[in-house]
């Protein structure tokens, strides 16, 4: 009974700086994810302000709060009916949308959502969260329960790379394996005074992987609700997109190494 | 130099003699006189003219004693002290002619403190305005406002402005001002069953002639020990010590946003346009404030980012949004990055930026005495 179980791969999007892309990059991942066969479900827990539904314009029957209440109500009945189907020229995955009323978003307690997660994990490959920019309950038992923290960083002005030290540091306390919290860095190249070498030795650690700057596409994305992997252009940022998810699900992809030649990684770690 | 001539007025036998000490070894401060009974230092205090007078607050009938010694002692400073300070009874106390609050047995920079500090501009009091800024998601550019604007409302008024920054987990506050600072939200927070608004001044940083900011936690996990309690009561306390108090708090719908924005005389939603959902953002965060009653008069909006930054698009912006804005900041990322990486103030950086006129003209809005809705820009 147990071996017809999957037991998914939980990947959550967490970051101490605010708006450095985390729902923009957990769309894309679930979107590449599913796009390449792959069940999943893409879980919005920015309860209050969660832009998941938003940005691909959803108009869900449920969200978390129901999910929640039929947990608690312990009747056994599947809650994959309740999710919300995304779907883009044949590409389909499941969302779990923040509540629609935000006062529903203050009182939901944080086991009843990760038992959730726990319930739904036995049903798909792959299971992405996007976050909010805090260590709250909530998040810091997402944490737990992920299997692969993504650990989002930009290079912006030293208060932002400030509050990513100060995160990165205390995600270090909580002793997780090394393995599991990935440091990326978004918007690589976006305007500001500070270098990337500057962030990598303040953090004083290398980044996992590296995206660069596209507003346009970004912005493009955001207006059409369309994710960038999916809109058929195959932007820069597109590509190292895929290559995160290639690398997340070990499908061979060759530069591992970020000194790899030709790349433009090199240029920057030189 | 004016010699600080103290009368102790103090019912109960132990402080009358260890605050006897503390007085006597404090430079520049004479304890000419000390009695138990107040009704004594009414009749027989005089002879020792004395200029500052701490008078027991614990006494029965302190309020009309207040009045008393007020007209017995027309050029004295009078200081209260008490075991306990409490909003309430404290500005009972200043509002009935004391000149501010003691919480014994008080420390010889205490009593320096309540004594030259309080000499500075008019502190707040019942007009003081407690301002909240509240942003739904982070990196609304509210630090960076509310730093620029406690800086122009001190220059423009020469009133006392005070910082909080309670964003408990990840507040900048210290930062945009290249602070290290020993004593933060965090002792303070430790400390305020002990403190008063005198002791309190001593935990908040002076940054500029008459700016002060209370820094924030150093790390994530302090953000525990900072209970709403006491933020509550910092926040009273710093309503009688400032004019202005601006205070930052964390992103969202949490406990100490909730806590600071119900205390405060004006709520700002600051949001920045980034071209995603922050008129969505904005419109959910009204959903709850509009449970207050007065919402309209006690919650405004501040945009941040907004290009171009014009009365025109302020108009759109209210017409989308469908409720007034009262600020537009327009985008200087690179002004305020560069600023607070030096950790300096993008309005001293660029004081005829189009960044420093909205916040000089938000400073004035703010300052206004008399409040009206007319749209000047």
Redesign the interface.
């Known amino acids: 009974m147990a071996e017809e179980q999957i037991n998914g791969v939980i990947i959550t999007f967490f970051s101490t700086a605010s708006a450095v892309g985390k729902t923009l990059i957990s769309i894309n991942m679930a979107s590449e994810l599913a796009r390449e066969g792959y069940s999943v479900c893409l879980a919005d827990f920015d309860l209050q302000f969660g832009d998941i539904r938003n940005y691909l314009r959803l108009t869900p029957e449920y969200t978390i709060t129901d999910l929640c209440d039929s947990i608690k109500a312990d009747s056994g009945n599947s809650l994959m009916p309740m999710l919300t189907t995304y779907a883009y020229e044949g590409v389909s995955f499941q969302v779990i949308p923040n509540p629609t009323k935000l006062e529903e978003a203050y009182n939901l307690s944080p086991e009843t959502i990760i038992d959730v997660l726990k319930n739904l994990r036995m049903q798909y490959d792959y299971i992405i969260v996007d976050t909010t920019s805090m260590f709250s309950v909530l998040n810091l038992a997402l944490l737990d329960i992920s299997t692969i923290v993504t650990f989002l960083g930009i290079v912006d002005f030293i208060p932002t790379i400030k509050n990513m030290k100060i995160g990165n540091e205390t995600l270090h306390t909580l002793n997780y394996d090394s393995n599991k919290i990935r440091l990326v860095l978004n918007r690589s190249d976006s305007k500001t005074h500070i270098q990337l070498k500057d962030v990598v030795s303040i953090l004083g650690e290398d980044f996992y992987h590296i995206l660069h700057n596209d507003f346009i596409s970004a912005r493009e994305s955001i207006a059409t609700g369309i994710p960038l992997v999916l809109n058929g252009q195959e932007s820069e940022l597109t590509q190292e997109l895929r290559a995160l998810v290639a690398r997340y699900t070990n499908k061979g992809y060759k530069t591992m190494e970020p000194q790899k030649k030709n790349s433009w990684l090199s240029k920057i770690f030189s | 130099m004016i010699n600080n001539n103290v009368m102790l007025v103090e019912g109960n036998r132990l402080y009358l003699e260890q605050l006897s000490n503390i007085i006597r070894e404090t430079e520049t401060v004479t304890l000419v006189a000390r009695f138990r009974d107040a009704k004594d230092a009414l009749g027989q205090g005089m002879v020792f003219t004395p200029n500052i007078i701490l008078l027991d607050a614990d006494t029965p009938n302190i309020m009309n004693l207040l009045e008393e010694f007020h007209q017995a002692y027309p050029h004295a400073d009078i200081i209260c002290t008490g075991e306990k300070w409490s909003a309430e009874s404290s500005s009972l106390y200043v509002n009935a002619g004391a000149k501010c609050f003691l919480v014994k047995p008080f420390s010889s920079e205490e009593l320096l403190d309540a004594i030259f500090a309080f000499s500075k501009p008019a502190t707040g009091g019942k007009d003081a305005k407690v301002m909240t800024f509240f942003s ?4 609304s550019g509210k ?1 960076t406002l509310i730093a620029n604007l406690a800086m122009a409302i001190s220059r423009k008024t020469n009133a006392s402005v005070g910082i909080i920054d309670a964003d408990l ?2 507040g ?1 506050m210290a ?2 001002f290249n602070l290290k600072p020993q004593s933060t939200i965090v002792e303070a927070a430790r400390d305020t069953d002990f403190l008063s608004p005198v002791s309190l001044n001593s935990y908040f940083v002076p940054v500029a002639k008459n700016v002060s900011i209370l820094c924030g936690t150093k ?3 302090l ?1 525990d020990k900072v209970s709403i309690h006491s933020l509550e009561t910092i926040i009273d306390m710093a309503r009688t010590m400032f004019q202005y108090v601006l205070i930052d708090v ?4 949490n406990p100490t946003s909730i806590a600071a924005a119900e205390m405060a005389d004006t709520t700002y939603i600051v949001t ?1 346009l ?4 922050e008129v ?2 904005i419109q ?2 009204l ?2 404030f509009s449970t207050w009653p007065d919402y309209r008069e006690r919650v405004k909006i501040i945009l941040t980012r907004v290009e171009p930054c014009t009365i025109t698009a302020k108009q759109e912006m209210e017409e989308i949004i469908g409720y007034p804005v009262a600020g537009i900041i327009p985008n200087a ?2 002004d ?3 600023a ?2 030096d950790g300096r103030m993008a309005l001293d950086l660029k004081p005829n930026s189009p960044l420093s006129q909205r916040i000089n003209y938000l400073a004035g809005k703010i300052t206004k005495k008399k409040q009206d809705n007319d749209d000047d820009f």
């Open positions: 739904p998601k982070g990196k630090t987990q990840f900048d930062f945009f790390e994530p996990s953000i964390p992103a969202g719908f920045m980034n071209g995603g959902y969505q953002h959910r965060s959903d709850i990322y690179l305020v990055a560069t607070a990486d």
